[in-house]
């Protein structure tokens, strides 16, 4: 049981370059997200999803981009990338999106923007 | 505006010590409080608290939540090298379709 797969582990980008974080799930789970971890920070929600076709924005949106065209996948992008989304990226799913689902986390990819 | 804190930032203990982690929350429309451990990678999930005063326990790990003082501990006894970690506590909110809001986590070193 693959749980929530993230690829790639660790990037490094040039500011101004653009790339797609991949996540896919195989637990069928309707609820999707992307969050950012940063240092004395927390993790800080970027985008989510409830279900394939409907996306919506977190508290920290700008410079991402997301789609989901199917339950399994819900990918990320950086549009043109800065040296302020220097992160490390969590994918996270549940069930649904409801109190009490927890949520299930990729094991992250460390995003390095120079 | 949702926050959690936890305390303290960082801690360095024994094996064998007992140790205490602390958070406290301010989120309008509560709907649960979450513990997860993370150890490099992703963090997994240890607990989830919806009532106060009921404790749950896993092991050596033990918490319980207080909905009139917002805040929650997270005890574990007879810490081990492998309790290394970051501990990072979730309040779920209404906002965002109930979306996560994380605390900047507690860095606990087991030292043998």
């Known amino acids: 049981n693959a749980g929530v797969t993230q690829t790639p582990k660790f990037q490094v980008l040039k500011t101004g370059q653009s790339m797609t974080l991949q996540c896919a799930q195989d637990?069928?789970?309707?609820?999707m997200s992307w969050y950012r971890q940063d240092p004395g920070m927390g993790l800080r929600l970027i985008h989510y999803s409830v279900g394939a076709g409907i996306t919506d924005q977190g508290e920290v949106p700008n410079g991402y981009n997301v789609s989901r065209s199917t339950t399994e996948d819900f990918p990320l992008r950086l549009l043109s990338a800065a040296p302020s989304q220097t992160s490390v990226y969590f994918c996270?799913?549940?069930?649904?999106?409801?109190?009490?689902?927890?949520?299930?986390f990729g094991s992250g990819t460390q995003l390095s923007v120079l | 505006e949702d926050k959690v804190v936890q305390s303290p930032l960082s801690l360095v203990v024994h094996e064998g010590d007992t140790v205490t982690l602390n958070c406290s929350y301010e989120v309008t429309n509560f709907r649960s409080l979450l513990w997860y451990k993370q150890e490099k990678k992703a963090p997994t999930f240890l607990f989830m608290l919806t009532s106060s005063g009921i404790e749950k326990k896993s092991g050596r790990l033990s918490s319980i939540l207080d909905k009139k003082e917002l805040f929650s501990i997270l005890n574990i006894t007879a810490t081990q090298t492998g309790d290394s970690a970051v501990y990072l506590c979730?309040?779920?909110?209404?906002?965002?379709?109930?979306?996560?809001?994380f605390g900047a986590g507690t860095i606990l070193r087991v030292k043998s």
């Open positions: 637990m069928n789970h309707e609820y």
């Open positions: 996270a799913s549940s069930r649904i999106r409801k109190a009490n689902e927890k949520l299930f």
């Open positions: 979730a309040v779920e909110a209404r906002e965002y379709g109930n979306k996560l809001v």
